[in-house]
DNA sequence: CACGCGTGGTA
DNA sequence: TTACCAAGCGT
């Protein structure tokens, strides 16, 4: 959960996916359906199908493997999580290289290549950090040590190196550039997309929800159906014929989403299907049913609560 | 190796 | 408002 992802944001996620899955073994025989509910909203979801699969092959293997050689064979456990791992949890001493390592090592020791060219160099020089004896004596607390000079001391910006223990040995900071690293490639623009989503519901409430493909952008969540999502807008009429019911549809608003590569925009219709007209909806649209119950990731929650501020201002 | 992959917080 | 950043991984 904590890849690519603040700790802040994910304590609730954490406290409620351990309460339904205290074990490993009872994460492994969960339905992927309950899996993704329960990450709805924490975004990066690859990771729960990955987690997921983690968990079944740990629970076929009877134990959890505790070399980073053998814990990089999992799914999901790179090169960082491995060692995280292998560190906190086994004691071995191995030096764990987050975006937090990466920072503190390239200004102790003065690197000034951009990343991502410099990602292998940094993760040479920071494989070094723990050669002290007390290091190698407490693997655990020498990773999490570090994480945390990253994220209280040597920060982003504004770093503390006044009260840095590791100031004396900063080659960074002896030049005067600490607080400018790790200088970074500039990084591209980012485009627009745009499509059309229609929320349909039935007599009962339930609304009108397919599930994405396994793979790819949001895959194996929970959406409701429209168009594809296009470099250019969609007029209203090539929108209306992709609805899943001829309608009326009413023009409800618009959601704008940013996600790491891409702007989206959204325009949303909604409408209530007469009572005894649901038979005649191609399945490919999806099935009725409670958003409580939904994966729904933040774009689609955004979209419903609009329908749901628009039909109170009605 | 570059890119695709979410969301929330901060300056 | 925009830009950046967060306990990265898989392809």
Same mark, same amino acid.
Not at 73 to 78: A, H, N, V
Not at 128 to 131: A, F, G, K, S
Not at 215 to 219: A, E, I, M
């Given at each position: 959960m904590l890849q690519q992802t603040t700790v802040k944001a994910v304590i609730a996620y954490y406290e409620r996916f351990l309460t339904h899955y205290p074990t490993v073994q009872d994460l492994a025989a969960a339905p992927q359906e309950d899996v993704l509910h329960l990450w709805a909203g924490l975004g990066y979801y690859a990771r729960a199908r990955n987690l997921h699969a983690c968990a079944k092959r740990v629970a076929e293997l009877g134990q959890f493997p505790d070399t980073v050689e053998e814990l990089l064979? /999992?799914? $999901?456990?790179?090169a960082y999580t491995a060692r995280a791992i292998a560190s906190i949890a086994f004691g071995v001493p191995v030096v764990p290289v987050d975006g937090n390592v990466e920072r503190v090592t390239s200004r102790l020791f003065a690197i000034e290549d951009p990343l991502p060219a410099s990602r292998p160099l940094l993760a040479r020089q920071a494989a070094?950090?723990?050669?002290p004896k007390a290091a190698q004596k407490r693997p655990s607390d020498f990773a999490q040590a570090l994480f945390d000079l990253g994220a209280t001391v040597c920060t982003p910006r504004n770093p503390s190196c006044l009260t840095c223990p590791w100031r004396p040995a900063c080659q960074g900071h002896a030049k005067g550039i600490a607080s400018t690293l790790p200088r970074k490639a500039p990084k591209q623009a980012r485009p627009t997309r745009y499509g059309v989503h229609f929320i349909l519901q039935d007599e009962t409430g339930h609304r009108l929800m397919r599930k994405r493909p396994e793979?790819? /952008?949001? $895959?194996g969540m929970d959406e409701f159906p429209g168009t594809e999502w296009q470099s250019t807008p969609w007029t209203e009429k090539e929108a209306l014929a992709a609805a899943p019911f001829l309608g009326p549809w009413t023009a409800c608003g618009e959601v704008t989403h940013v996600f790491t590569h891409f702007t989206l925009r959204l325009m949303i219709y909604t409408a209530t299907l007469p009572s005894?007209?649901?038979?005649?909806?191609?399945?490919s649209f999806g099935t009725f049913r409670s958003t409580e119950r939904a994966a729904l990731p933040g774009v689609m929650k955004k979209c419903l609560a609009l329908t749901v501020a628009d039909l109170e201002t009605r």
């Open positions: 064979k /999992l799914p $999901g456990i790179g070094l950090l723990n050669q793979k790819g /952008l949001l $895959g005894g007209h649901n038979a005649g909806i191609d399945p």
